[in-house]
């Protein structure tokens, strides 16, 4: 057995459990022993039964009176077992459990571990930890700080722990230890081996901490490692096409437009420019919040492309986000002969011809597209794709070791730090400012006694000033089975208005309706044949409806702050002052805070750098957005250690031979992944 063996060679996992464990993430015995507790109870104190306290945590030991199966009032099995030491006697309860009467024999010594809590009107031990034949094993569940694990239906703590045990005893030697004893030294490290023991069996909580800094750097130097070989393999292996433009040229482009720049879009069309004119392929994040104008960032490296006679890829992650670029773009470029073609599931085979600039979705991966002469790749919302779509229209557009260049583009307002971890491998541009003339949108957070009076409010502004509505409802994360809830939540609040706006055409929006469905639905919106648009979060991001003002979000508490930022950013683009409105059923004071947060922030960074303070960066992120690296142990917001691993990470790439045990370490394993 080593460290990468499946989970299933350890005694007692049998293939029903592995299945149990992948749902935790754990395949292999390294996931296991890297699948860190997420709390500990203090079972250290050893204490007489007389001198327990309700509420405190403690560890008595006594012996075995009785032990029985009874039924609570409600008809529930129940078992009650009754453990005396000299000073006094205690039960312990359980339900449904009849196979601790096996455990807890009459007479034997067991100890017993938990919080005492009243059941009636005595003190007793509800469910706790245990631990029958203490005496025989070192106590793994009681008498010290016992781990407690994320757990899934069927996989306990308690059963964790003795796997944990288990898989530890037999590969502690294979923890090899693969930083320089300098860098354990300078950074006061604790030996990689070391630190598995103290998350798992640790003596106090300091050792706890030190094992989990010395995991989370592990876990970001890992990361960092990863992206800064990506770097130097594009660059080392792959060859661009120089596409140079004359700034005579490129002020054409610019005067073209029905706009000036802002100073930001500026910048980064040089960025850009300057990349494009490299023979490396250029790899840029282009960040900037919603309505910033990203999108004639990209038009201005789809000119330079076609100013050297090349082909432009740009891939949006869905048909209504797709179609508007195409619009956009059309009209960005519309000054020049450059032809442009919108490829999407619904396209027809055969009916395209070629052109300049090739706007779609994923599927103009997957449809017979030509691409021979593609030399800028643009990808919208990347991180709503996954990295092998990505690749795969890397892969699609390079031709004999040319690869084009790559702009990302996000309104995914990533906080620099997290972005240059995520995406180190990337260059940053980030747009910090919007076009001049955006108002300000106006946001409450909506208290339910007030619902009424609100939807009396927005059918007298649909009415006095012709506006429209948009009523987004909860967000539902990830399973088929919960895009189906959503649907019919989004029905159901679809009823619920039609009923109280007789006067008005209200439309619905959702992820199960077809595209051309959605198309019409928005068209429709679009044309204002539709006043309020009930919808899931389907129209997060890009659509743009200038004569929408108002917003109404259902169930705002589940979402992000940045998520909630991006919604919001549907409305505000018209001439109109704009609205938007927050519905919780929550009561909580934080989530009243947290929502507060939004009436006085207007930046995405900010808000997302509040989220990531409040709620971690899934929540920034939202679950059902892929390709955003999940940390396990480390946190997005421990700038310091992020910091750190970088600096180390760009040493040992710049010169191995200064890091031996660290370069033997990641030559092995690239050798075995291959
Ligand atoms: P996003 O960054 O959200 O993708 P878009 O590129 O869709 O933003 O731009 C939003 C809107 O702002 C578009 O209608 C676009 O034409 C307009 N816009 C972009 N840049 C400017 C600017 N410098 N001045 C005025 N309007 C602009
Ligand atoms: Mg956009």
């Not at 989370?216 to 080392?236: G, I, Q």
């Amino acid at each position: 057995m080593n460290l990468e063996s499946p989970v299933s060679d350890l005694p007692f996992v049998g293939p029903a459990y592995a299945k149990r464990l992948k749902k935790l993430e754990v395949e292999t015995i390294r996931d296991l022993l890297h699948h860190i507790p997420r709390r500990y109870l203090d079972f250290r104190k050893n204490v007489s039964i007389k001198s327990l306290r309700v509420g405190e945590e403690a560890t008595v030991e006594g012996e075995v009176r009785s032990a029985i199966n009874t039924f609570t009032k409600q008809g529930r099995k129940m078992q009650i077992v009754n453990i005396t030491d000299e000073t006094g006697s205690i039960e312990a309860i359980w339900f449904n459990q009849p196979y601790i009467l096996s455990i807890f024999k009459k007479g034997s010594t067991v100890k017993l571990a938990g919080k005492p809590s009243f059941f009636g009107r005595k003190l007793a031990f509800i469910t706790p930890e245990y631990e029958a034949e203490f005496a025989k094993r070192k106590g793994v569940h009681t008498g010290r700080l016992v781990p407690i694990y994320s757990e899934t239906r069927g996989v306990s703590s308690k059963w964790l722990r003795a796997r944990v045990y288990d898989a530890y005893e037999r590969t502690a030697d294979e923890l090899n230890e693969f930083l320089d004893k300098k860098i354990l030294t300078k950074y006061k490290l604790p030996y990689f081996k070391n630190a598995i023991k103290d998350i798992h069996f640790p003596i106090n909580f300091e050792s706890v901490e030190t094992g989990i800094y010395r995991l989370a750097y592990n876990e970001l130097l890992f990361l960092h490692l990863a992206s800064e070989k990506r770097k130097r393999d594009r660059l080392n292996t792959t060859q661009a096409h120089e596409l140079s433009v004359k700034p005579s040229d490129l002020n054409k482009f610019k005067k073209s437009l029905p706009f000036t720049l802002t100073k930001s879009q500026e910048l980064a069309i040089k960025e850009l420019a300057d990349d494009l004119a490299k023979n490396i392929p250029a790899n840029r994040l282009l960040e900037g919040d919603v309505g910033s104008g990203k999108t004639v960032v990209a038009a201005a490296g789809c000119f330079i492309a076609f100013a050297n006679g090349f082909q432009s890829v740009i891939m949006a992650p869905t048909q209504i986000l797709a179609g508007q670029h195409y619009e956009t773009l059309k009209s960005l470029l519309g000054g020049f002969d450059i032809r442009m073609n919108l490829i999407t599931s619904s396209t027809k085979k055969g009916v395209l011809g070629r052109a300049d600039v090739i706007v779609g979705t994923h599927s103009l991966i997957h449809k017979n597209t030509n691409f021979d002469k593609v030399a800028f790749a643009v990808i919208d919302e990347s991180h709503r794709f996954g990295v092998e779509q990505r690749e795969h229209l890397m892969q699609k557009t390079e031709h004999e070791s040319i690869a084009p260049d790559v702009l990302t583009m996000t309104a995914t307002p990533i906080p620099r730090t997290v972005a240059l971890t995520a995406y180190g491998d990337l260059d940053l541009s980030v747009l910090t400012e919007l076009p001049k003339g955006r108002k300000k949108i106006t946001t409450w957070v909506v208290p339910n006694n007030k619902r009424i009076a609100a939807y009396k409010w927005i059918d007298n502004e649909i009415e006095k000033n012709k506006i429209q509505v948009f009523v987004v409802c909860p967000l539902i994360e990830e399973s088929e089975s919960e895009i189906l809830a959503e649907v019919k939540s989004v029905k159901k609040e679809f009823e619920k208005l039609s009923k109280k706006f007789t006067g008005r055409k209200l439309g619905i929006l959702h992820g199960k309706l077809k595209a051309k469905e959605k198309d019409g639905v928005l068209d429709a919106f679009r044309n204002k044949k539709i006043d309020i648009l009930v919808s899931t979060p389907v129209i997060e991001v890009g659509v743009d409806i200038p004569n929408a003002n108002i917003m109404l979000v259902e169930g705002a508490d589940r979402f992000g702050l940045a998520q909630l930022h991006q919604l919001r950013g549907r409305i505000g683009r018209g001439e109109k002052k704009s609205y938007c409105m927050l519905f919780t059923d929550s009561k909580s004071v934080t989530v009243a805070e947290r929502l507060n947060a939004l009436r006085s922030l207007n930046s995405g960074f900010e808000l997302a750098e509040l989220d990531l303070k409040l709620r971690g960066p899934g929540e920034i992120f939202g679950k059902r957005q892929s390709g955003f690296p999940e940390l396990k142990i480390a946190s997005w917001s421990d700038i310091e250690l992020i910091k750190k691993t970088k600096n180390l990470a760009i040493s040992i790439a710049n010169n191995p031979r200064k890091y031996p045990k660290t370069t033997s370490y990641l030559k092995h394993q690239q050798k075995a992944a291959n």
